[in-house]
T-cell receptor, first 110, second 120 residues
């Protein structure tokens, strides 16, 4: 159950777009369309932002979008805002009937 | 409104045991699989365990298999995590999370977490 691979940090200026990648294997990301993304602010619980690769829960801004190609999933945030700053984690279901998270990416809004 | 309230964390000596609880409200508890996820201070998230809505099916991360036991009491809308043989590597904030329904669905609501510190 190795963690999914995410960049440690990304940054962008307000109004710009950024993309966070999440690389797994053919046993997790590549096997299922069960990739989700979470946002976490310091001292707070994670918040679901994207599920089933591309779907947004009710109330999540349409500035957040997800995609997948092969064993790599991506989260794109367009029109970057200061409130988007925080940590982002990808998550995937696996062929072992377990779940695995990425190591997390710290987003800094410059 | 979905609410998840964890309790039972604290300071425990290496080799000790703890039982975490998570009181759920705002949804039909028995219809949803539930999970525990932990986060080491200053580090990332680690999935720990998931249990089906009926409690008949349980799943564990390799790192906790044999030491942790997930269970639920649907009559009391409460989720549990029994943790035995605690080690320093188990020091973390433990989150209770509701899934979208089945064990194959992601966690859509999370509690605020309860901290376990393993130290002598």
């Amino acid at each position: 159950q190795s963690a999914l691979t995410q960049p440690a940090s990304v940054s962008g200026s307000p109004g710009q777009s950024i993309t966070i990648s999440c690389t797994g294997t053919s046993s997790d990301i590549g096997a299922y369309n069960s990739v989700s993304w979470y946002q976490q602010h310091p001292g707070k619980a994670p918040k679901l932002m994207i599920y089933d690769v591309t779907k947004r829960p009710s109330g999540v801004s349409n500035r957040f979008s997800g995609s997948k190609s092969g064993n790599t999933a991506s989260l794109t945030i367009s029109g970057l805002q200061a409130e988007d700053e925080g940590d982002y984690y990808c998550n995937s279901y696996t062929s072992s009937s377990t779940w695995v998270f990425g190591g997390g990416t710290k987003l800094t809004v410059l | 409104e979905v609410q998840l309230l964890e309790s039972g964390g604290g300071l425990v000596q290496p080799g000790g045991s703890l039982r975490l609880s998570c009181a759920a409200s705002g949804f039909t508890f028995s219809n949803y699989a539930m999970s525990w996820v932990r986060q080491t201070p200053g580090k990332g998230l680690e999935w720990v365990s998931t249990i089906s809505g009926s409690g008949a099916s349980t799943y564990y991360a390799d790192s906790v298999k044999g030491r942790f036991t997930i269970s639920r009491d649907n009559s009391k809308n409460t989720l549990f995590l029994q943790i035995n043989s605690l080690g320093a590597e188990d020091t973390a904030v433990y989150y209770c999370a509701k899934t979208g329904g089945y064990t194959t669905q992601p966690n859509d609501y999370w509690g605020q977490g309860t901290l376990i510190t393993v130290s002598s």
